[in-house]
């Protein structure tokens, strides 16, 4: 490679990784743990409910067995006006437990207060309805701060646009490291200077991780951009929707019609399905437009995937007819079909269907690590930029601005860790009749907290000092975690392992692996001289 | 180790023409291109699964070569001609082997 071209990939590299390193980091670290959304969701849940939690079934309880007029019929009971209303069905992940979501009712006679969406959790093990604001988990949490969901629409667009370049810093840094990349993933000098260290660490991690973040580069852009590919296509459809949807098995969207006194029974059309396809798991139940003449039942589901890999197993029925109106095959799908299935287990991490339950649960485990290292790779890239700046050549205003943002960038990114550990510890300690505010409350302690350490670490002013400190805080506080768990639900952990709860398990098992490493790591982080700023003693560039 | 300026541009209205070519012209080039092929190849399906990931790889690839020109606007200009001639493709296309 050219000198020039080297150089003009180098400074890409740089100018892409340090305006987005920040929102990454957020992204892959709070993405780490939404890869155990509902590992989270039960591990909290623990110790409230009465019965003994059952074996772990993997993560898609059975929808299969579900009744889902009983539940409807307990809706109705509960007071919710249903006809004209939307209901899906969804596995939360909680054994036996599903999430029903309602839309507003379509009905133009309803009162104002029926038409209002509902959000519920259902149980088939205590048979109750609660709201969903009383199961917000930490987890959920997690995920949503991994997309920006704060933020509303323009964080999900950011967190795609983030994704993007940092696509682009993949492959800048990949050409930067072209000519050497065999031979300098071999070498790893922890002894050395610290830029070395930090140099060999991100070039190593980062090319082991590369399929990984490539992927999730990708599929992030997918998610969050996938308007940009969606939205000008339609133009080749005339702009119409029913095209796309007709081409690409979406559902297509079913205008109201007149209500009717007939209420359809939804369970004989899933027994129907599940004895035309074998082995047919229902992932996803939707019902349009209930208790009208024009009331539409979806079903999404999935065969084992050595028998239909690329099929999606969908079928619509027009329920008052008992007529099949879309069917796609689960056994008879093509890549046409499969692309968006596969983004989805890819991103997701959901492999059960490939690998079994614990292969599953390894390779989760594999892909939690691999966004911690991804998390490092990010912040051995802020202070190779802040080393390779602190030099003489460069004027003190410029180096004085270079620390500030580092101070920053370690302060924000490296707070996140602490903060973490004691959102799990305040999910769990949470009382129960605070359920109704619990995201409120979650949040308010996981930002107001981020924000007060944040700027205690910026005021400090020492990268040093902020680095121990955020292992050494995270990692006492990550051991408190499966403590409270203990203590609180009476679940320690080698009982859970015993016991094969492993939602439960998996959950403590992560923060004491995580503590256990960053006390390690806080312990060995030694200044490598008693000067006061160590990180940004000035080095000769290599 | 950053990388030697000597090397990079130094002028504004250069960066502005090479990052319009990088991020609005690349975005533009990669999705012509997909419809492109969708409407000329027999099924269409495939190549719109394709572009729903498929766009932003090759919009990070076409990205990256305006940086590697020395004038910007050369390569803006390039990035237009390639949009025109692909709109053109898809013009004659919808006209001709419409999906719809």
């Not at chain 1, 067995?65 to 919710?80: A, N, P, T, W």
């Not at chain 1, 704060?150 to 840094?173: D, H, M, P, R």
């Not at chain 1, 004085?400 to 370690?410: A, D, M, P, S």
């Amino acid at each position: 490679m050219n000198k020039r071209n080297y150089n003009v990939f180098f400074d890409l590299h740089t100018v892409s990784g340090i305006v987005i390193c920040v929102g990454l980091y957020i992204i892959f670290f709070a993405g780490a743990f939404a890869l155990f959304e509902h590992e989270i969701e039960v591990w909290e849940e623990s110790g409230k409910v009465e019965q003994a939690l059952p074996v772990y079934e993997g993560r898609q309880p059975t929808m299969s067995s579900m009744d889902y007029d009983g539940v409807i019929q307990k809706l109705s009971d509960e007071g919710y006006y249903l006809p004209g209303r939307s209901i899906s069905f969804m596995p939360t992940g909680s054994v036996g437990e599903v999430s029903v979501y309602m839309g507003a009712s379509q009905d133009t006679l309803t009162t104002d207060k029926n038409k209002k969406a509902a959000h519920l959790h259902y149980s088939a093990l205590s048979d109750k309805i609660d709201s969903h604001e009383d199961k917000f988990s930490f987890g959920t949490f997690l995920v949503e701060l991994h997309y920006f969901h704060q933020l509303g629409e323009f964080g999900y667009y950011l967190a795609g646009a983030i994704s993007l370049f940092f696509l682009f810093a993949i492959v800048t840094g990949v050409l930067v490291h072209w000519d050497k990349i065999i031979s300098n993933f071999f070498v790893f000098r922890p002894w050395a200077k610290l830029k070395t260290l930090w140099t060999d660490s991100h070039t190593a991690l980062g090319i082991i991780g590369l399929p990984y973040q490539f992927l999730y580069a990708v599929s992030g852009a997918y998610f969050c951009l996938g308007i940009l590919a969606y939205k000008p296509t339609m133009l080749l459809y005339d702009n119409d929707p029913k095209g796309y949807a007709a081409d690409f098995s979406l559902w297509p969207a079913f205008p109201g019609g007149e209500g009717s006194s007939e209420v359809t029974a939804i369970n004989p059309f899933i027994s129907e399905t599940r004895e035309k396809w074998s082995d047919y798991e229902p992932t996803y139940v939707y019902i349009n437009n209930y208790a009208n003449d024009n009331m539409h039942l979806q079903i999404d589901g999935r065969v084992n995937i050595k028998d239909g890999f690329w099929g999606l197993g969908t079928i619509i029925y027009h329920t008052p007819t008992g007529n099949v109106v879309k069917e796609n095959n689960p056994f008879h799908g093509d890549y046409a079909d499969g692309v968006s299935k596969y983004a989805y287990m890819l991103h997701f991490a959901e492999f059960d269907d490939m690998l079994g339950k614990t292969g599953d649960l390894f390779f989760r485990f594999i892909y939690f690590l691999l966004a911690i290292i991804t998390c490092f790779v990010i912040m051995s890239g802020v202070l190779i930029w802040l080393t390779a700046r602190d030099k003489k050549s460069i004027p003190l205003k410029k180096k004085r601005y270079n620390e500030r943002v580092g101070f920053i960038y370690l302060a924000v990114c490296l707070s996140i860790y602490p903060v973490t550990a004691f959102g799990f510890i305040v999910s769990k300690l949470l009382p129960e009749q605070w359920n109704a505010d619990r995201e409120a409350i979650l949040s308010a302690v996981f930002f107001g907290l981020w924000l007060i350490v944040s700027v205690f670490f910026f005021l400090k002013k020492n990268n040093y000092f902020t680095n121990k400190y955020t292992l050494l805080s995270g990692g006492i506080l990550g051991l408190f975690v499966p403590m409270v768990n203990g203590f609180y639900s009476g679940n320690w952990f080698w009982h859970t392992f015993s016991l094969r709860q492993t939602e439960i398990f998996i959950v403590d098992f992560l923060w004491i692996f995580l503590s256990v490493s960053t006390l390690f790591a806080a312990y060995r982080i030694k200044r490598n001289e008693p000067v006061s700023h160590p990180e940004l003693k000035p080095v000769i560039s290599g | 180790m950053p990388a030697n300026p000597k090397y990079l541009t130094s002028s504004k209205w250069q960066r502005a023409a090479k990052i319009t070519a990088a991020i609005p012209g690349g975005y533009g080039i990669s999705l012509a291109f997909f419809v492109l092929l969708a409407l000329w190849l027999p099924d269409h399906r495939p190549v719109l699964a394709t572009l729903k990931y498929g766009l932003f790889i090759l919009w990070t690839g076409l990205m990256l070569i305006p940086f590697l020109f020395k004038n910007g606007w050369k390569c803006l200009g390039l990035y237009l001609v390639l949009i025109v001639l692909l709109s053109a493709g898809i013009y004659f296309g919808k006209l001709y082997h419409p999906i719809v």
